[in-house]
Nanobody, 124 residues
Framework: QLQLEESGGGLVQPGGSLRLSCTDS????????IAWFRQAPGKGRERVSC????????DYADSVKGRFTISRDNAQNTVYLQMKSLKPEDTAVYYC?????????????????WGQGTQVTVSS
């Protein structure tokens, strides 16, 4: 079920920054765990980060800890992924996904609602 919408991807040089946005015109995100995933060519899907309903807890893949920050703006019904110190290995299609059931933790969320993805390319 594809109803989330990602934006903010693009081409950036190594060391640069991007901010990805995830929103949904027909689904209120604030009561749901939201995660960012990525998939590079020839590789499996990796969960990059997750934020719980209410934003009280977050988690990050080891590969992005200290460089990426997930946050949510409930007034804008948007979840962001701020990416800094980007590396070529961060190149991938980035997807946001929502747990359709409210108030679950990231650790037991079932991400059944997805966007179509946004391409991030890190290259000089």
């Amino acid at each position: 079920q594809l109803q989330l919408e990602e934006s903010g991807g693009g081409l950036v040089q190594p060391g640069g920054s991007l901010r990805l946005s995830c929103t949904d015109s027909g689904f209120t995100l604030d009561a749901h765990a939201i995660a960012w995933f990525r998939q590079a060519p020839g590789k499996g899907r990796e969960r990059v980060s997750c934020i719980s309903a209410g934003g009280h807890t977050t988690d990050y893949a080891d590969s992005v800890k200290g460089r990426f920050t997930i946050s949510r703006d409930n007034a804008q019904n948007t979840v962001y992924l701020q990416m800094k110190s980007l590396k070529p290995e961060d190149t991938a299609v980035y997807y946001c996904a929502a747990d359709p059931f409210p108030y679950r933790l990231c650790s037991n969320a079932d991400f059944g609602r997805w966007g179509q993805g946004t391409q991030v390319t890190v290259s000089s």
